[in-house]
């Protein structure tokens, strides 16, 4: 697609981080966007700011657990824009690391953030590719995994990395399928980083619904208070700017690229180490030690 000016494009996910990065750069190659949210005062400020500068955006409160409430927004987009030819599947949440192992934590965090980050996915694919389809104009379907499950996991976040692994193997499947009955819409994995990124997602909790709270508090973490942390103990601290990352998004859409995976000696040993582990039938010694995430462990985020 290379064309993006006067086209629409919907961003889940869109009140702040790289949904919002994302949204703005779609706007400024002249396309018309739509950005939905669970949390509606962001939401707006956020639209607000956008048509302040004059960009024609549109903020839908959306709840993406909700095929309901995915439909919905689908249906106000088409209503106000007629068209979508680019769908971010964007939104997610992450549980606070501590609370000790997986047997231990809550069924609240598995069910809240895998009705999220694997279900919101799932909503969005039926509720816009189906018009995608039947437009039978150009489309693209973009999905935000993580490094975290999408490369190889975090020991200390399985639920989050379970999620983005469930990510990553949709967009592949969708991807085989849309291949099968079109040459017009096609599908691409989004992988933020490769450094760390200053997003929500690290208060991802403050959007956590009632009925799936915790049985107990735990401590979270703030980007900064991870800064802080990890150059008083001497660490290098890097950061990839939500622009950049948008960036990618856009340049992967104009080039049908499946892998928005950015380059990193990091990543690139990540994945290697994972191939060659699976092909040599070894145990998985490649994971991210606990200790290297005491602090937080995202490096990255959706929202």
């Not at 209503?79 to 000790?100: K, L, Q, S, T």
Request: charged share 20%; with cysteine; glycine share 10%.
């Amino acid at each position: 697609m290379q064309q993006l000016s006067g086209r629409v494009a919907v961003v889940t996910g869109a009140a702040s981080g790289i949904g919002l990065a994302m949204a703005r750069r779609f706007a400024e190659e002249g396309m018309r966007v739509a950005l939905a949210d669970v949390e509606e005062e962001a939401l707006e400020a956020a639209a607000s700011a956008l048509r302040s500068e004059g960009f024609p955006v549109v903020g839908v409160p959306c709840d993406v657990r909700s095929q309901e409430s995915v439909d919905a927004l689908r249906d106000a987009v088409l209503e106000e824009f007629g068209a979508v030819h680019v769908i971010c599947n964007n939104a997610g949440v992450a549980r606070a690391p501590g609370g000790g192992y997986m047997w231990q934590y809550d069924l609240n965090d598995w069910t809240w953030i895998l009705s999220v980050n694997v279900m919101g996915v799932v909503h969005g694919i039926r509720s816009f590719v189906p018009v995608l389809l039947e437009q039978g104009d150009e489309g693209h379907v973009v999905n935000t995994s993580s490094g975290n499950g999408g490369l190889s996991p975090m020991r200390a976040l399985p639920i989050y990395a379970a999620s983005k692994t469930a990510v990553t193997q949709i967009t592949e499947c969708l991807y085989g399928q849309l291949a099968a009955v079109t040459d017009r819409v096609h599908a691409s994995v989004l992988f933020p980083g490769p450094k760390w990124l200053n997003t929500n997602l690290w208060t991802a909790e403050r959007n956590r619904p009632a009925e799936l709270a915790w049985s107990k508090p735990r401590k979270t973490q703030s980007f900064e208070g991870l800064r802080a942390q990890m150059e008083e103990a001497g660490q290098p601290f890097e950061e990839t700017l939500l622009s950049e990352l948008a960036g990618r998004v856009v340049e992967g859409i104009r080039q049908e690229r499946f892998w928005l995976l950015s380059e990193g000696e990091h990543s690139d040993a990540t994945i290697r180490a994972r191939a060659d582990s699976m092909l040599s039938r070894t145990n998985p010694d490649y994971m991210v030690d606990d200790r290297s995430i005491a602090a937080g462990g995202l490096g990255d985020g959706d929202d």
